[in-house]
């Protein structure tokens, strides 16, 4: 097998702008899903709308393509039907934290068995680079043309705060650690989140001068630190796995509700 056995070659070069992040996340993923060996009709890639929201067109999975912010609440509904299925929600920022964010914490909260990815890159970047829950305070976008006034959302530890089981941040530099983490992500039971820096030069990238995507690439390496020499006062984002505990599923405790309830196993 190869990542092609997941990525559809005959569609590439993708509709993503030069520079973007997004098609070193999906090759991650591709790379996750050949070095688990999982079968390509066992996975659902369940998709929003925006820039990212497209990914689905590129695998060669089972895909559902649907609203703007309900990618997890699809996501949810496939994996509790058949909980046997490697269940994906891919999201930019602005779907998974601003119109889908209480679908972000109540799946956490919930702890259903789905790995939810978040692309970050900081903006809206198919509508024109609006701001998004993580626009850096200060910075600029089509919305907020003299520095954004709000701070940001720290989207991993929001995941942590409302009980996901495996949170871990990573950017498209550290290629390798996020190869590692979707890994991890998905053989977890439970809710797992993943968050990437990356950068959206047109957009993000024009509105606060920050220079060519290897620029945009280095800024954003420079913004993190790895969680082993991470401070609280640290003014850097801590990267690595950032929670990884062992709690009940939300499927397997339904199963048990079923169970009491004279279901399928009960008596
Ligand atoms: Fe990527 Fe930004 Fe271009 Fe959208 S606008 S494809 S997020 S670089």
Redesign the pocket.
């Known amino acids: 097998m190869s990542i092609f056995t997941y990525i559809n070659e005959a569609k590439l070069p993708t509709f ?2 030069s ?4 098609g070193v996340i999906i090759k991650a993923l591709a790379q996750a899903f050949d070095e688990l060996e999982l079968p390509t009709d066992k996975i659902v890639i369940v998709t929003g709308i925006g ?2 929201g497209r990914s689905d067109d590129y695998f060669m999975t089972n895909a559902l393509h649907t609203l703007h912010g309900r990618a997890i609440a699809y996501a949810t509904g496939v994996k509790i039907g058949n909980p046997d299925l490697t269940v994906v929600a891919l999201m930019g920022d602005g779907d998974a934290s601003s119109i889908g964010g209480n679908h972000l914490i109540h799946a956490a909260r919930r702890n259903i068995g789905i790995l939810a990815l978040c692309a970050n ?1 900081r903006n809206y ?2 509508t024109g680079g609006q701001y998004s829950p993580t626009t850096k305070q200060g910075d600029k976008s089509a919305t907020s043309r003299y520095g954004l006034p709000e701070p940001e959302f720290d989207l991993a530890a929001l995941v942590k705060a409302a009980g996901g089981s495996f949170v871990a941040r990573s950017t498209v530099f550290h290629y390798h650690n996020l190869v590692k983490y979707l890994k991890k992500g998905i053989s977890r039971s439970g809710f797992s989140f993943v968050e990437v820096m990356e ?5 993000y990238g024009k509105f606060n001068e920050l220079g060519s995507a290897p620029e945009m690439i280095q800024k954003i390496r420079e913004e993190v630190i790895p969680l082993s020499r991470w401070k609280p006062d640290s003014d850097r984002k801590p990267i690595g796995i950032l929670c990884d505990v062992d709690k009940t599923s939300y499927t397997d405790a339904y199963d048990e509700v079923i169970r009491k309830a004279g279901g399928k196993d009960g008596n």
């Open positions: 993503w702008c520079g973007c992040g997004h820039c990212f890159n970047g198919m950068p959206c030069p047109p957009m």
